[in-house]
């Protein structure tokens, strides 16, 4: 090779070996900026499971959606208190914290059934009390629901024997990225929760996010995933949906209404529903109480805390 031709490809060679290193300098640029913009969720929202717990459960409304009660058509308001509950079981583990918050010990779960079925209570399901909101059905006397969050195994082992004793209904909200999960039912334990005729199943997001504030995509494909997954895999139509945590907005709401839901249920507590809180109707916590202490309290008619 001559001289001349050496200095050539010499500097050709170097040349492309600029151009290369350019170009993976303009590709790390930009995957920065992909991560941070796409990737990354914006203001600093959370996409990362968050377990309820009595201080992050959200107890009051949002500012827009209190404003926007106070604007809203007069409606029928419906005195129809719905229960909130998540493990119902005997805690093997004092030291399981969030386990021990949020529990119900079996005995006392069975004497609250007991209590309001002796009181004249009728047990309904979110599904019901949507068709009353839509003028489909009439309100039963004194209507109570029992909600579940979350799909634990203690439901199919523990509360669905008890509905059954006492021919109950009641709605569980599942979410359904966690069955098959270690702390939550099998495929064929919810199953047989559907097949028992006396439990409407609702969604609960896939994977327990707290919606507020969430970009919209996120959103959708939480609110929607759930419902579609839970409708193809049991055969049954979804109509009802808990946001994670009670977190909620206005954008969350909106999804949840254009995906086919007829109610959606909130942890703010109070006992009063109509149409223009139906996509986040008020819960509240029964705790401890039964018998006489169970009844007073839900004849109050402001409730402030659980």
Do not use: C
Request: net charge neutral.
């Amino acid at each position: 090779m001559s001289k001349n031709k050496r200095k050539l490809h010499v500097h050709n060679q170097l040349l492309l070996g600029a151009l290369t290193g350019f170009g993976v300098l303009i590709l790390f640029i930009a995957g920065i900026f992909y991560t941070e913009h796409y990737l990354v969720p914006q203001n600093n929202v959370t996409t990362t499971p968050i377990l309820e717990t009595n201080r992050t459960m959200v107890k009051r409304l949002p500012p827009a959606i209190k404003k926007q009660l106070k604007i809203a058509s007069p409606s029928a308001t419906f005195r129809v208190p719905i229960l909130m509950y998540h493990y119902v079981e005997n805690i093997q583990n004092p030291n399981d914290r969030l386990r021990v918050e949020l529990n119900i010990p079996p005995a006392v779960f069975e004497q609250q059934v007991i209590t309001l079925k002796n009181a004249g209570y009728t047990f309904m399901t979110a599904k019901q009390l949507g068709e009353v909101l839509d003028g489909k059905m009439s309100l039963p006397k004194k209507p109570i629901l029992l909600t579940f969050d979350d799909g634990h195994w203690d439901f199919d082992t523990v509360v669905l024997p008890i509905l059954e004793k006492y021919h109950v209904h009641a709605t569980a909200y599942i979410i359904s990225g966690f069955i098959e999960g270690s702390d939550f039912m099998t495929r064929q334990e919810l199953r047989q929760v559907v097949n028992s005729g006396i439990v409407d199943v609702g969604a609960h997001t896939v994977h327990h996010l707290s919606l507020a504030g969430l970009p919209l995509t996120t959103v959708q494909n939480e609110v929607d995933e759930s419902k579609t997954w839970l409708e193809e895999n049991y055969h049954i139509k979804v109509v009802s949906f808990a946001y994670p945590n009670g977190s909620f907005d206005q954008q969350a709401i909106q999804v949840v209404k254009a995906d086919g839901f007829s109610t959606a249920v909130s942890t703010v507590p109070g006992i009063e529903q109509n149409q223009a809180n139906r996509f986040f109707m008020y819960r509240l916590r029964p705790g401890y109480r039964t018998g006489q202490t169970l009844l007073t309290w839900l004849n109050q008619n402001y409730f402030s805390a659980y």
